[in-house]
């Protein structure tokens, strides 16, 4: 992965503030770049330094196999939270509807710059083609 890649996505996290969270998805919309896979494995690899637990799945689960950390980060940070955190088997998910962050226009600016370094160090997007190639044998011929 390109260290202009993972340099922008911790950027776009370091961004979130306490109580609030993206998901994968959302970090990579923001960006204009990657995906979700692209950025968890960033966030896997390289995220031990930024507040991790705010980046989550889509669902509203925790960062994988971080459950109970993440937790003790959303109880400080006082992060809406559904269902049961304690007992022998906690169900619980980050409350999606309430905690996801919505950027300000200054924080949007922000955003936009670090899109910008980083759209810049990769060049423009490549055009998808508008229709699969013709197969050339094997497959059905």
């Known amino acids: 992965m390109r260290a202009e890649y993972v ?3 911790l950027d776009v996290v370091e961004l979130i503030p306490a109580g609030r969270v993206l998901s994968y998805g959302d970090v990579a919309a ?9 950025v968890g494995s960033v ?5 031990s330094a930024v507040p ?17 950390g993440a937790l003790v980060h959303y ?14 088997h906690p169900s ?8 996801r962050w919505n950027p300000t226009e200054t924080d949007f600016d ?4 670090i899109a910008a370094r980083l759209h810049a160090a990769e060049g423009p997007l490549q055009p998808r083609p508008a229709e699969m190639s013709e197969p050339r044998g ?4």
């Open 7 to 9: 340099e922008a996505v």
């Open 30 to 38: 923001l960006l204009e770049r990657g995906g979700p896979r692209q």
């Open 43 to 47: 966030m896997s690899h390289h995220g």
């Open 52 to 68: 991790w637990w705010r980046v989550i799945r889509a669902g509203g689960q925790p960062p994988s196999c971080h459950d109970a």
């Open 75 to 88: 109880r400080e940070e006082a992060t809406e939270l559904r269902g049961d955190t304690g007992g022998g």
């Open 92 to 99: 619980w998910r980050v409350h999606m509807a309430a905690a």
């Open 110 to 113: 922000r955003i936009d710059a």
């Open 138 to 141: 094997g497959l059905g011929a």
